[in-house]
Every structure is written in C-alpha cells, then in structure tokens.
Nanobody, 126 residues
Framework: QVQLVESGGGSVQAGGSLRLSCSASGLTSSHRLLAWFRQRPGKEREGVAALDSTGRKTYLDSVKDRFTISQDSAKNVLYLQMNNLKPEDTAIYYC????????????????????WGQGTQVTVSS
C-alpha cells in the first residue's frame, strides 16, 4: 500500500522560498510518475510539476523558472523547491504517485493518479 506524507508547508512573505517534501512508502519500481498538485481557495486541483523515471519533468506555466521538482530515489522522497513565491501560490499542496511516464507537456490531470498525500498548506502574504 502506497503512503505519501507531505511536509514543509508554512507561511511566507511574497518573494520568499519554501521546500516541500513528500516521504513515500510502498512505492514499487513501477510507481515512477510523481507529481505535485495544489488546490487554491475556490479553485480546482491543478498540476504544478511532475517527473518520471526517464528524467522528464513538466511544470505549470505560472511556476516555471520559480519551482523545481526533484527526488531522492534512495530515500523515496519527492521535493518541490519553491522560490520567489507569490500570493497566488497560496494553496494546499499535494503529492501524488502512480504508474507510467509523462506523455504530455503539461503536468497530468489529477484523475491520472491513484495515490495521494494528505496535503500541506502554503500561505504567501503580500
């Protein structure tokens, strides 16, 4: 059974940085499609960044050049480094994992993933 636990959220001022972590257990060698999503107040959940076992990465246009997704495979930890945060980045951030590889230039839709963490709140003040 896959378990994903996010940490690293918090409150920062605009322009600040946070690094989110997602500790994973129960992943198999097939669970190599990993992603970060967020749900902003009053909005649908959206893909922020994703990576797969081929090394391919995709990002939401509004976070390109500010956010970086990475993983430590040995430790089974997924990261999201967020720099130059903006108030519109305020959201609950979730990590997700599933089988397969990236096939689109945008992060996959939420329905693509069957395994989710509980989320961590990120609040950016102006």
């Amino acid at each position: 059974q896959v378990q994903l636990v996010e940490s690293g959220g918090g409150s920062v001022q605009a322009g600040g940085s946070l690094r989110l972590s997602c500790s994973a257990s129960g992943l198999t060698s097939s669970h190599r499609l990993l992603a970060w999503f967020r749900q902003r107040p009053g909005k649908e959940r959206e893909g922020v960044a994703a990576l797969d076992s081929t090394g391919r990465k995709t990002y939401l246009d509004s976070v390109k050049d500010r956010f970086t997704i990475s993983q430590d495979s040995a430790k089974n930890v997924l990261y999201l480094q967020m720099n130059n945060l903006k108030p519109e980045d305020t959201a609950i951030y979730y990590c997700a994992a599933d089988y397969g590889t990236l096939v689109t230039v945008e992060p996959p839709a939420p329905k693509r993933f069957g395994n989710w963490g509980q989320g961590t709140q990120v609040t950016v003040s102006s």
